[in-house]
């Protein structure tokens, strides 16, 4: 899945009264993702359910009493269109938009027979002014073996600088998804974040989906043995 696949401003909220920079930038969507979430759909043959909207009008991956679920102030931009909203609106925007992701995503889930539950996210190389090392990171909720599984695979390749839950964690809200619909049906489950600017093209995005696979495919195979075991 990807929460933050889209920079499209839909009616009635339009572009919140942002600049043509702040909606074409990270703040309103995570750059690169959506390709590198279509690749690997495709390479796993897997089903992708993905925003349709900025995660400035609505943070999919935000339950609505989160501050940040619409945020009035992203790390650089104001969103005049978010300041002052009453419950109600906000309420309106969880119903428009939340609803359907989180309706959409479960119906997928419950209907085929499922390995795992993947995001992909990705983040800038600079946040408040400190430039960030990692290149790729391997997040989880609680259950942290498809992450330990994947970030082996991937130092053990040196490709890349990669962690454990960076530049995120579970403490900052980011793993809302994770928590509902994979943790909460015993579903393994992993969220990974690129830095944006290794899959900014097209191009890239297909490289890094290519280059993840090794990584998804132990993280896959370690909750498969898991299961194997248990049974």
């Known amino acids: 899945m990807c929460e933050h696949a889209s920079r499209d401003f839909p009616q ?3 572009d ?3 600049s043509p920079e702040a909606a074409e930038s990270h703040a309103a969507w995570d750059i690169g993702a959506l390709d590198v979430s279509r ?3 495709a390479l796993l043959d897997s089903p992708l359910v993905s925003a349709c909207a900025s995660r400035l009008v609505y943070d999919l991956n935000r339950p609505l009493e989160a501050d940040d679920a619409i945020p009035v102030q992203s790390e650089i931009y104001e969103v005049p269109g978010n300041a002052g909203l009453s419950p109600q609106e906000r309420a309106l925007r969880h119903r428009a938009l939340h609803d359907p992701f989180h309706d959409r995503l479960a119906e ?7 390995d795992a539950l993947v995001t992909i996210h990705s983040f800038t190389p600079v946040y408040r002014g400190k430039r960030r090392e990692v290149e ?3 997040l989880y909720h609680e259950d942290s073996r498809m992450a330990e599984a994947a970030l082996e695979v991937e130092q053990a390749k040196g490709s890349y600088r ?6 995120y964690a579970a403490s900052d809200g980011v793993t809302y998804t994770l928590r509902k619909h994979g943790e909460a049906r015993g ?3 992993l969220m990974i974040e690129i830095r944006n600017d290794l899959i900014d093209t097209e191009a890239r995005a297909r490289d890094m989906a290519v280059h993840l696979m090794p990584a998804l495919a132990a993280a896959i195979a370690a909750v498969a043995e898991d299961r194997q075991a248990a049974e």
């Open 16 to 18: 919140l009264g942002l």
């Open 108 to 114: 997928v889930l419950d209907s085929r027979q499922r």
């Open 187 to 189: 579903l393994p489950s």
């Open 162 to 167: 990669a962690a454990l839950n960076e530049p």
């Open 39 to 41: 690749a690997l759909a």
């Open 136 to 138: 790729l990171g391997f």
């Open 12 to 14: 009635p909220w339009g």
